[in-house]
């Protein structure tokens, strides 16, 4: 049997054929994510995305004798994008990115409607223009004519599985991204709904993640030679579905997943819903399975810090990765040179997330000298990555009471050992390298095969172990203490206006 595992992210899609009962990757269609810029602005095109995975799909399906044996086809996505279909079922532009600002205002005026702290029981979420309801609530405060012709929205995800089924569906992870679900009982919430007036007939329907909701077009299987008993499934927001691969523990680990952004996910059998998570911004949701709850923050530009490095200061990516690995195999013999050579670099090139988010929040880079060579701002980059990453981690700690044993990473960090290294030696914490191929995919196609009785228990993927070094640590830790601390409250307050210029 095979299985098709679909991962449509901010900036690849990636369309995946695995052989059970391993999981074997046999063939990735890949493809750039269409996105369009206007200044800040930017839209993903989703059409221009569906022609690419009908693409990949027909691809896959020529890879194989019989493609009538493709089972399930299985679609995670990036959280809080929004697709709006109108009376005859075409796209109604704008499709606003995750990422995109345009609805600051509009998070604003939700809290103002309301209140933050009832927001937060309700969704276990806090607002932010990055979430659905902003988005809606922007499209009908600036396009009004675009507004009056919604038929249905839906995610990412959903917006795959509706031209695969025709249905109009969404699973509970990604409704737990919209600002819009009833974190307690798993339904929308009718009293957001009625306090901004929205159509619930444009909602789409809740589903559980991973599970057999309809079958394949009988004319799309024809188109792309599968079988028309293949089922469609959405395996949800896309860091949750990769967590599948890991079989991440409950309480004692956390899920670190990399990519534009970077993750850090902790499970538990019931949300927070109290002021303490919510004044920093951590946000509650629901699983893609085993009916746990998840606790889940995000940096915007983890990957993306690494991008822009190599934007302004390399030429190819290639470089990038000798750079790295020559610098690992420097940390390796002389660590306490690196760090005391380290430079202050906060992240926030497209804002902070938690447990201190601001959307207008700049990063920094702060003591270049004479002598500052690029490998050394490179290693900043990445120390400050964890530095971010190890906030974070503190918070979840004293939040939960709960120490956390292990840290499971997934996605192009397991490519970097230097990076991987540095997480364990800030974080002071085992870290567990999941180097496992297109995990988003190969995690939604097992969440899939699972909830479709194709296999009966989660296959065993292999990872590498990195063990912090105490002396590194305690390196690190003054730094963090007597550096990167008092530059990150400085900066915080300058970002929110508390400091005037004069």
């Known amino acids: ?43 993903f095109e989703a059409e221009k995305i569906w022609e690419g995975v009908k693409e990949g799909i027909s691809l896959l399906s020529k890879k194989i004798e019989n493609p009538q044996e493709i089972r399930t086809i299985s679609i995670a996505s990036a959280a809080q994008t929004i697709v709006l279909l109108d009376e005859q079922d075409q796209v109604l532009e704008p499709t ?45 405060n600036h396009l009004p004519g675009q507004n009056a012709k919604i038929k249905k929205w839906t995610c990412l995800s959903g917006f795959i599985a509706f031209k695969l089924s025709g249905l109009y569906l969404t699973d509970v992870s990604l409704a737990s991204r919209t600002l819009l679900l009833d974190i307690t009982s798993g339904k929308w919430s009718k009293e957001l709904i009625e306090k901004f007036d929205l159509p619930l007939q444009t909602f789409p329907t809740i589903v559980e993640s991973g599970t057999a909701q309809a079958m394949l077009k009988e004319s799309l299987a024809m188109e792309t030679g599968l079988g028309s008993n293949t089922t469609i499934s959405i395996a949800g927001h896309d860091h949750m579905a990769g967590s599948v691969c890991t079989n991440l523990d409950v309480d004692k680990e956390l899920l670190n997943s990399t990519g534009t952004t970077e993750g850090l996910l902790l499970l538990k059998r019931e949300p927070f819903l109290n002021s303490d998570f919510q004044q920093y911004a951590i946000s509650n949701g629901l699983y893609v399975k085993d009916n746990l709850f998840s606790l889940y923050g995000s940096m915007p530009t983890a990957g993306y810090s690494l991008n822009w490095f190599m934007k302004n200061f390399l030429t190819s990516p290639a470089e990038l990765r000798q750079m790295s690995n020559d610098l690992y195999e420097e940390y390796q013999e002389k660590s306490s040179e690196l760090i005391e050579k380290l430079l202050v670099f906060i992240p926030h090139l497209r804002g902070s997330g938690p447990p201190y988010r601001d959307l207008h929040s700049k990063g920094l880079l702060y003591g270049i000298q004479d002598q500052t060579e690029k490998k050394d701002i490179l290693f900043s980059v990445f120390a400050g990555l964890c530095f971010e990453l190890k906030t974070l981690k503190d918070a979840y700690i004293n939040l939960t009471n709960h120490d956390i044993e292990s840290i499971k990473v997934i996605g192009p960090a397991t490519l970097n050992p230097l990076w991987l290294q540095l997480k364990a030696d800030i974080l002071n914490c085992e870290v ?58 400085v900066k915080r307050d300058f970002d929110l206006n508390k400091i005037k210029v004069t």
């Open 432 to 489: 567990l390298s999941y180097r496992t191929d297109e995990a988003v995919s190969k995690g939604g196609a097992i969440l899939a095969s699972l909830k479709q009785n194709l296999i009966d228990q989660i296959p065993v993927n292999l990872f590498d172990k990195y063990l912090p070094s105490q002396e590194n640590f305690k390196l690190y830790e003054e730094y963090f203490n007597r550096v990167y601390i008092p530059f990150s409250k």
């Open 96 to 140: 606003i990115t995750w990422y995109d600002p345009r609805s600051k205002s509009e998070s604003d005026l939700v809290n103002n409607i309301v209140g933050s702290e009832e927001l937060y029981k309700t969704t276990g979420i806090v607002s932010h223009s990055n979430h659905s309801l902003t988005k809606l609530l922007w499209i009908r």
């Open 1 to 43: 049997m095979y299985v098709i595992g679909i991962d449509i992210g901010t900036t690849n899609v990636k369309v995946c054929l695995f052989q059970l009962p391993n999981f074997e990757l046999l063939k990735l269609h890949r493809f750039p994510t269409p996105t369009k810029w206007e200044g800040k602005e930017s839209e």
